[in-house]
Every structure is written in structure tokens, then in C-alpha cells.
């Protein structure tokens, strides 16, 4: 629309994540002309996946190794070449009369291209509440996605962390050794479970890998609900008696990570009953470890003052989490029964008179998960509409991955789809082969748009919100719901159906010539 482009592409990636960097290797070795932009400083961002003559060294691998793991994979690939960092996207918008992109970068080029893709992830932006006063505070203070890569020294320090999501329990339990006071403000208690960490035999890692184990692994991950290499049972809780149900709950236990959570009943999470076992389960583990016991109330509830439902909230892994509370030099402040007044100049007064001070806050606060990063990015369809005035009162896709009035753009681990209940590198395969394979379609069959109807986009949304309405997850106030968030809509925002369905479904709309989208449609170019 009378934009002059500075340079011309077939597709512009969105995210030098993962997922972004999946989309560029593959659709480059297609011959496409591609282009990763991203704010961040450095490639990276989500979890590794399928190079499989890199070693990893741990079962959880840490910053410093992905960070390694990244540089290995773009010596390898040379994808940094395609990537332009520290450049965000201002807009993008559609159009009409070319069918083609125009995508404004922070640098001031406007890239024109054919196919958009967005793989953001779900957590790209950061989320603060308004807390009342919070600019008369002096100190140091910062969420935990700004916070400095050199790290601020907290030793002999008076710090606060608010919030106890994956980031905040993270947080907690690298500080709690190294400051001198911490005051951890929790709202809702995070229902944690053992990480299970350990060092990765390079013996046995070398052998499983000259065995096909990995190709395996990632084959057996495809047909999982929550694309792991584990899966739920083939039996309900209540086939089992008590006995065998604490039997198989310590053995899962044991094993760490998500077990516990997904590879247990395969009503856990449709059952209040059966999920009320696993939480009784949980709750005595977890209070054994805590010594105070008001430190035990706040922090594992028993049944009748249980948070919420069992895995209705993403459980974050812990490695020693609760033992920090154990530290004379630790407190929690549950802050439903004690909120937060203000903040002060030097610190934060609450609702009981105390009034505390703090050298540091660190605020783990979460994101405006999943719609977020997609929707704070100014993106102009065919009507001239934004994506976040479409979905400002709630959420549109097909499969996922589109949304009607906005063709050729795709994401991927965005609104529902399977983000959240499930393996981030799982997903963005199995969402960037479909993408890929949609837009070697169009090329192959010289489409110039491929566009989601109306309709596919609302029976998508529907289907999203029926398999969720059938399980427990509606009851819980979270970031899967949009509840995290206040103002934002109440929905779910991710497709509950697990991984095998929702791979059957999208290739099926793919092996039926793409059903549900319209090719080459005309828009209103506003010329009549
Ligand atoms: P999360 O998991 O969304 O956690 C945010 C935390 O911040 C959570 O404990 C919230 O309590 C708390 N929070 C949010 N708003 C407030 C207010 N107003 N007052 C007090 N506390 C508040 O974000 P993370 O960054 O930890 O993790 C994000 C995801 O990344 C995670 O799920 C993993 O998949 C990886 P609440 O529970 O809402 O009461």
C-alpha cells in the first residue's frame, strides 16, 4: 500500500528460536528465500530438539549448553548468515492488491514477501501487574525475562521474588543459598514436582544413538498425548485399589520430570476424584520436606485448602525448591490472606501493617502467554483489521495455525494448538513440517493466497473449546485459560486433545487439498 520495500523475500520467520530456525533451515533447503528476524541478541530461546550427534551432558540442560548447543547447530546449518538479531518487527501488513506482505522492522527496512510465519512462542511477552506504587520504588527491580544476562549481586541482600511459576521456583531455589534475606510473595502455590536431574552417561548416550534410540525416541514422541517419550496409561484410576495406585505414584514419582503428570491415570485430568489422589499424593511428599508448619500450609495445602486441581496449572520441576524454605533466611507471604498495599521507596508494605524492605525485586510474574507475542505485534490483515482487535474478545485460528483474513501467515506453538500441555520441540516439527508442506503447496500449484474461511476458523475454535470443556482445566484459574492475565479473555487456549489426534486432524485437512482454506480468493483491493 504505497510502502517502499527495501528488500524482497519469499517467506520472513518471525523468532530465532527453535521453531523459527526449524522453518529457515528446511524451507531454505527448498529453495525458498527466507529471513529470520529477532529482538533477542543471540539465537535460542526454546528448548533443543533432534540434532542428534550433539551430547547433551544433562537430562535438563542448562542455559550455557543450550547456548552452545544453538552455536553448534548454526556452525553446522550456517543459518546465522539468514538471521538479522537485535531487530524486532514493528507491523506487518497485508496487501491486497500485490497478495504479498509488507513487514516493518525496527531497523526502518520494510521487508516485502509472500508468506509470514510467527514462531514467537508462548511467552514472548512479559506480563507485570499493576501493583499500587510500584514507581516510588528506588531499588532494583526486574522481571525475570529483562533480567541481566551478567546477574546482579545478591549476596548479603534483601530480596523479594514475586511469583511461584516455573520462573519463580527456578529463581528461588538458585537465590535462596546465596542472599540474605529472601521474602518470597506467593499467591498460588506451585503444585512442583522432582526434576530428577542428573548427568547424562556419554557411554550410554554414544551406544543408544548408534542403536537408532533417538530416531525412536522422536518417532514414539509423535504418537504421545503430550508429544514426551512417555504417555498416560491405558486404565482409569479407579481400576486400581489404593495400594497399587501409591505403588505406581512413587514409581512415577521416582522417575521425575512430567511423569507424575502424564503418564499416570488416564483420567487424571478429567476426574476430580481420581486427580484427588494424585494431589493427596503430592501433598504428603512435598510437606515431608517442609519443617515449619505454617510453611507447610502456605506452601503444600492439604486436600480441603488444595490451590487448584492437579496439573491444571503447568507444575513446574523443582530440585530443591522446598528445602530453601527451610533456610532461617527464608519467608513466604501468602499474599491471598496477606495481599500487597504498595510499594514503598524502599521495598513493599502489605495489607498486615508489615512494611519490608528490599535491596532487589525480582518479579517472576509470567507473560501474556500464547496470544501475546502474536498479538502485540501490529499485523494487518485483508480488511485492515488487526489481529488484536479480531481476537481482542477472543481467540480465532484454524488448526492452530492461521486465521481467517490474515492469508499466507502461519504460527506455530501459538493459540490452539497443542502449546501448552505439551513438548515444545514435539510441536514445532510436527506444526513446522505442516507449514512447510502448505507452502510448498501454494508454490507448487502457483496459489498466491491461502486463507482460513470464516467457517473452518469457528468450527476450529468450537472443537478447541469442547475438548477442553470436558476436562478439569476450565476450573482453574491459568495461563492456559487466559485467566493470568487481567482483562484478557477466558478461553482456552490450547487444544486439549493431545498430540496423536491433533497431528491426524491437521494432515487430514492437508490430504484433503487443504479443506477449509480458500486459495486465491479475491479481496477487496478498494479500487471499485
Ligand atoms: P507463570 O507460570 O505464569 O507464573 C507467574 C507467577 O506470578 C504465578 O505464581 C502467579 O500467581 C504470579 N502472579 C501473577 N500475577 C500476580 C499478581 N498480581 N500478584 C501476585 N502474584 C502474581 O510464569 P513463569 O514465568 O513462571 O512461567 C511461564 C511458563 O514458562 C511456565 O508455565 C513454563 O511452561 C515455562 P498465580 O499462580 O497466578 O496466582
Known sequence: NGVAATSSMDVV??????????????????????????????????????????????????????????????????????????TGVKSAEFDVN?????????????????YFVLCTGFAAKSYVPDFPGMDKYK???????????????????????????????????????????????????????????????????ARVKKEGGYEKVFDYRRNTFGGFHFDFLEKNGDEDTDEQKKELYE???????????????????????????????????????????????????????QPHTF?????????????????????????KATPIETFTEKGIKLKDGRDLEFDVIILATGFDSVTGGLVQIDIKGTDGVSLADKWSKGTWTYLGMTTANFPNMYFLYGPQGPTAFANGPTIVELQGDWIIDAIDYCEKNNKKTMDATAQSEAGWTKHVAELCDITLFPGTDSWYMGANVPGKPRESLNYAGGVPRYVRETKEVAEKGYAGFNFDAPYDTGKL
Not at 533477542?40 to 542428534?52: D, I, N, R, Y
Request: glycine residues 8%; hydrophobic residues 35%.
Open 139 to 205: 531499588g532494583i527491580m526486574h522481571h525475570t525475562a529483562q533480567y541481566p544476562q551478567e546477574g546482579i549481586e545478591l549476596e548479603g541482600k534483601k530480596v523479594a521474588v514475586i511469583g511461584t511459576g516455573a520462573s519463580g521456583v527456578q529463581t528461588i531455589q538458585e537465590i535462596g543459598p546465596q542472599v540474605g534475606h529472601l521474602t518470597v510473595l506467593q499467591r498460588t502455590p506451585n503444585l512442583c514436582l522432582p526434576m530428577n536431574q542428573h548427568k547424562l552417561d556419554p557411554e550410554v548416550e
Open 98 to 114: 500485490s497478495c504479498r506482505w509488507n513487514v516493518s522492522l525496527s531497523d526502518g527496512q520494510v521487508i516485502d514477501c509472500k
Open 311 to 335: 496439573g491444571t496449572k503447568r507444575p513446574s520441576l523443582e530440585q530443591r525448591y522446598y528445602e530453601v524454605y527451610n533456610q532461617d533466611n527464608v519467608d513466604v507471604v501468602a499474599l
Open 13 to 86: 520467520i518471525v523468532g530465532a528460536g527453535f521453531g523459527g530456525l526449524y522453518q529457515l533451515h528446511y524451507l531454505r533447503k527448498m529453495g525458498y528465500k527466507c529471513k529470520v528476524v529477532d529482538n533477542a541478541g543471540e539465537l535460542g530461546g526454546q528448548v533443543p530438539s533432534s540434532q542428534t550427534d550433539w551430547t547433551w551432558s544433562e537430562r535438563f540442560p542448562s542455559w550455557p549448553e543450550l547456548r552452545r548447543y544453538f552455536q553448534y547447530v548454526d556452525e553446522k546449518l550456517d543459518l546465522s548468515k539468514d538471521v538479522q538479531l537485535n
Open 251 to 305: 514409581k512415577l514419582w521416582d522417575g521425575g520430570g512430567f511423569r507424575f503428570w502424564l503418564a499416570t491415570y488416564k483420567d487424571l485430568l478429567f476426574d476430580k476424584k481420581v486427580n484427588d489422589t494424585a494431589y493427596n499424593f503430592w501433598a504428603e511428599k512435598t510437606r515431608a520436606r517442609i519443617k515449619d508448619p505454617k510453611k507447610k500450609d502456605v506452601l503444600a495445602p492439604l486436600l480441603d485448602k
